[in-house]
């Protein structure tokens, strides 16, 4: 079962709003991860999880908060969003190798987010 | 940082045609997969090949990691091929850090 699942599928908030996305996967990844993906671009990495330790945290401003309470699910805590934020967020997650490089990425369906 | 130029960024096909697309990147990788972007964004695997060839129907995808390229075929392509291809590449080795391609949009007519 090759399936990482992502909730909300839309989401609408305003600047001042408080919420979050969230991820699951039940492969036993040891690694996740968040993109953003804005129109016609390809995915930007945001943050990466091993082990749910962060690992990579690629400047992403404080209005982004990820956390990893399990090995199975990751979060991306949203507050005080700029309108610029509006994006598709995905998720991923692989295998850790070991040292001998990264497994494949599996993504979910992504949570597509519109600030107001 | 490593760069990854794909080519050609747009491509309009008629159904049936064959296609080759080219993922270029500046560093030596590890790791190199190809995904389809469907219209609804949901990125779908489509190999995981860090170097030599690999096929799959209609599809297959060969890389060179000693010159830093890989290629996508897609043969007798199909309406259901239209969307966006990417390639992302893992440098330096082992750290998680997935680089995505600038992508090539693909649109079959039928």
């Known amino acids: ?116 | 940082g490593i760069q990854v130029e794909q080519s050609p960024p747009d491509l309009i096909l008629q159904e049936g045609a064959n296609s080759t697309l080219r993922c270029n990147f500046s560093d030596s990788v590890n790791n190199l997969q190809w995904f389809h972007q469907n219209p609804w964004g949901q990125l779908i695997n489509l190999f995981y090949i860090p170097s030599g060839t690999k096929q799959n129907g209609r599809l297959s995808a060969t890389t060179v990691a000693t010159e830093r390229y890989s290629l996508l075929y897609i043969s007798s392509s199909q309406t259901t091929d239209s969307g966006v291809y990417f390639c992302a590449v893992e440098v330096p080795s082992g750290t998680y850090k997935y680089i995505f391609g600038t992508g090539t949009r693909l649109k079959v007519l039928a």
Not at chain 1, 6 to 32: D, F, Y
Not at chain 1, 51 to 70: A, D, G, H, Q, T
Request: aromatic share 10%; net charge neutral; charged share 20%.
């Open chain 1, 1 to 116: 079962d090759t399936e990482v699942t992502q909730t909300p599928k839309h989401l609408v908030m305003g600047m001042t709003n408080k919420k979050s996305l969230k991820c699951e996967q039940h492969m036993g990844h040891r690694a996740m991860y968040w993109y953003k993906q804005k129109a016609k671009k390809p995915p930007e990495l945001m943050f990466v999880y091993s082990y749910e330790k962060l690992s990579i945290n690629e400047s992403v401003p404080s209005r982004f908060s990820p956390e990893c309470p399990n090995s199975s699910l990751l979060n991306l805590h949203l507050h005080a969003l700029q309108p610029e934020d509006s994006a598709l967020y995905l998720c991923a997650s692989s295998h850790e190798t070991g040292g001998f490089g990264t497994g494949e990425l599996f993504f979910g369906e992504g949570s597509r987010l519109t600030v107001l």
